[in-house]
C-alpha cells in the first residue's frame, strides 16, 4: 500500500503512508486526537463562567438598575403598560384583548426569543413579534424601530421575564440561523478589523478607556444607557459596535442582528433578565 493521503491544513509529507500496517497504527492515534481537537475547537463556546453586563458596572449604575424607582428606563416600562390596554387599528384591539393580563400571560415569553414564526418560517425578536401581531391581529399601522412606543411595549413584555433564565432552543428548525449568527459574531469587520469575540470573548474583564469590557449579553435590553439619555434595543448597541470598528451599519431589524441576536441568547443561556436594565 503506497501513496499520499492529503487532509486540508496538512502537508503531504506529514501525512505520508508508511509500507506497513505497524506504522499505519501508530500514527493513527495522533491523527485521530489532530481531528478530535479540531472538531472541539470548531463547536460553539458559551463564556465560563457566564456573566451578566451589570457585574461590570460600577456601584452606582447597579443600585440604579436595583431601584425600580431611581431605574430610568422604567418610564419605558410604565408607557409600555399603558400601550398594552389602548385600543389600535381598524378592530379597535388592545393587546389586553387577547393576551389579558400581562404580567400572567408575558411571564417568562422573553426568555424564549428570538424563535421562528411557524406561519412564515422567519426568524423573529421579541420587536417583530409585536409589530406581527400589531399589523396581522390588530390591523394597526405598524410601529417604527426604535421608536419610544415599541421600546416600550418591548420593554414591557421583558420586564414581565425579570429574573427568570435566558432559556432559547436551537434545534434543526432555527440552526442555520444560530450558524449565521454565530459566524457574524467571529467575523472581522470594519476598518478596525474586529470581531464582537475580539472584545467580548477574547478580553472580557479588560478595561477599554473608563470601562470594563463585558461579555456582551443581552439580557437587559431593552436597556437605558447614560450615553443615550433614553432607552434603546440590543440592535441599537449593535449599531454602535460597528460604529465604533467603522464598518457599515445594517438598518434596525435586518435579518442578520436578529441571527446575531439568537447567538447571543444561546451565549446568555441560565442568565436572568434584567428588563429595563441600566448601563453607561
Request: proline letters at 6%.
Amino acid at each position: 500500500m503506497t501513496g499520499d493521503w492529503f487532509v486540508p491544513g496538512f502537508s503531504r509529507l506529514a501525512l505520508h503512508v508508511f509500507p506497513t500496517s505497524a506504522h499505519l497504527r501508530i500514527c493513527a492515534v495522533p491523527l485521530l486526537l489532530v481531528f478530535a481537537l479540531t472538531a472541539n475547537a470548531a463547536e460553539p463556546q458559551r463564556p465560563a463562567p457566564s456573566r451578566s453586563g451589570i457585574e461590570f458596572a460600577g456601584a452606582d449604575i447597579r443600585a440604579m438598575q436595583a431601584d425600580d424607582f431611581a431605574n430610568p428606563g422604567m418610564l419605558w416600562v410604565e408607557r409600555g403598560a399603558r400601550l398594552w390596554q389602548e385600543p389600535a387599528g381598524r378592530g379597535g384591539k388592545s393587546c389586553a384583548s387577547c393576551h389579558g393580563d400581562a404580567k400572567t400571560s408575558m411571564r417568562g415569553v422573553a426568555t424564549r426569543y428570538p424563535l421562528l414564526d411557524p406561519g412564515t418560517a422567519r426568524l423573529m425578536n421579541l420587536e417583530g413579534r409585536i409589530m406581527e401581531c400589531r399589523e396581522r391581529r390588530q390591523q394597526a399601522e405598524p410601529l417604527r424601530y426604535e421608536s419610544d412606543e415599541l421600546l416600550a411595549l418591548t420593554a414591557y413584555v421583558a420586564h414581565q421575564s425579570r429574573g427568570m433564565p435566558v432559556n432559547v432552543t436551537i434545534d434543526w428548525q432555527n440552526r442555520h440561523n444560530f450558524e449565521a449568527g454565530r459566524a457574524m459574531y467571529y467575523r472581522r469587520m470594519g476598518q478596525l478589523n474586529l470581531s464582537c469575540a475580539n472584545c467580548h470573548q477574547d478580553n472580557w474583564g479588560r478595561r477599554l478607556g473608563p470601562e470594563t469590557i463585558s461579555q456582551g449579553h443581552g439580557n437587559a435590553y431593552p436597556i437605558y444607557r447614560l450615553e443615550w439619555q433614553a432607552t434603546g434595543s440590543l440592535h441599537r448597541r449593535f449599531r454602535s459596535c460597528l460604529s465604533g470598528v467603522r464598518a457599515e451599519m445594517l438598518p434596525y431589524g435586518a435579518a442578520q442582528y436578529v441571527d446575531l441576536e439568537l447567538y447571543l441568547a444561546w451565549r446568555a443561556y441560565g442568565l436572568p433578565v434584567e428588563t429595563p436594565g441600566v448601563r453607561r
